[in-house]
């Protein structure tokens, strides 16, 4: 009975412990992955082209239309803030699983206007067109001596829930042929590790190439580089890429545009695929879309890779 008096106690103290490590493990993964070169805001800031929240009783046509798009379309995203990231952590041992989610929203209702703005008819006024996107991403880390780090990660998935005609990826290829280097990405399960993220140097001229389709419609493809981690760093650029078909898309990435003073640098980029409706569509079509963010790094020869955060 002496020795049951004093086990109960022993075991109460242990799992208090191990609820406090576990507590403790979640908070330091989060924080890192908040404030990482390689994460943070980097999938929010290339899906959302608004520099500033819509003010109460701004008219949607007085939208900033990006000029960086195509001759006959303009289009622009506003979704609302601030963006939730819900973050599932599960900690084995000296490594740990990190499933990041997120809803990108934007509604054209209300004293303030949000959602997809698109221009494609000279003689009329803007169309608003509702967001209901989700987006997910997946990471793995590892724990030395100094605290937790990214081990890999795969892309930032952003996909519109609930369309009848649900948009997908195939494949996206960035080559630069000056130094015949090709990185390639068909799946928005695989892993990247750090060192396997696209590399690029301050030279680079890179021959980005997507393979994309959406059921029952057509796409157009985006390409949206230059963005931080956070609000401030960076600079967001959106090109349109050139239709070689139906389902493939290809156009000329230079690195320079991205005006990079200092390296190595970690920027974030997203391959951006819109339906044609969305686009081209009058009032009664509605959005569409499916996006791969990758974070990618930029650096000279002989450099070391950046580290997890600022």
């Not at 990660?153 to 290829?173: E, R």
């Not at 980029?269 to 081209?280: C, H, I, N, P, R």
């Amino acid at each position: 009975m002496k020795y049951i008096k004093i086990l109960m106690p022993l075991l109460l103290i242990a799992v208090v412990v191990v609820s406090c490590t576990k507590e403790s493990d979640e908070d330091a993964i989060q924080a890192l992955l908040e404030s990482s070169w390689f994460i943070g805001e980097g999938a929010v800031r290339t899906a959302d082209d608004s520099t500033n929240v819509p003010q109460a009783g701004q008219s949607p046509y007085d939208a900033q239309f990006l000029d960086d798009t195509l001759d006959f379309v303009r289009w622009v995203r506003w979704i609302e803030r601030p963006v939730t990231r819900e973050y599932h952590i599960v900690v084995t041992g000296d490594s740990a699983d990190v499933t990041i989610t997120a809803y990108f929203h934007g509604e054209p209702s209300g004293a303030s206007y949000y959602g997809f703005f698109v221009l494609n008819d000279s003689f009329g006024g803007a169309y608003i067109r509702a967001i209901s996107d989700s987006v997910i991403r997946k990471v793995k880390l590892f724990r030395n001596n100094e605290g937790w780090h990214i081990l890999s990660l795969t892309v930032a998935d952003i996909y519109t829930v609930g369309t009848d005609y649900p948009v997908t990826i195939t494949q996206i290829k960035a080559r630069v042929e000056s130094r015949d280097y090709e990185f390639v990405v068909n799946s928005a399960d695989t892993y990247f590790e750090r060192d396997s993220l696209p590399i690029f140097y301050p030279s680079d001229t890179v021959d980005v190439t997507v393979t994309c389709s959406a059921q029952d419609d057509s796409t157009w493809a985006f390409l949206h580089h230059g963005t931080g981690h956070r609000r401030g760093l960076g600079r967001h650029i959106r090109q349109p890429f050139y239709r070689e078909n139906t389902t493939t898309f290809t156009r000329t990435w230079i690195i320079a545009d991205d005006s990079i003073i200092v390296t190595p640098a970690v920027r974030h980029s997203a391959v951006d695929v819109l339906g044609w409706q969305t686009l081209f569509g009058d009032s009664t079509a509605t959005y569409y879309s499916r996006a791969w963010c990758l974070p990618y790094i930029v650096m000279e020869p002989g450099e070391e890779m950046p580290e997890d955060k600022e």
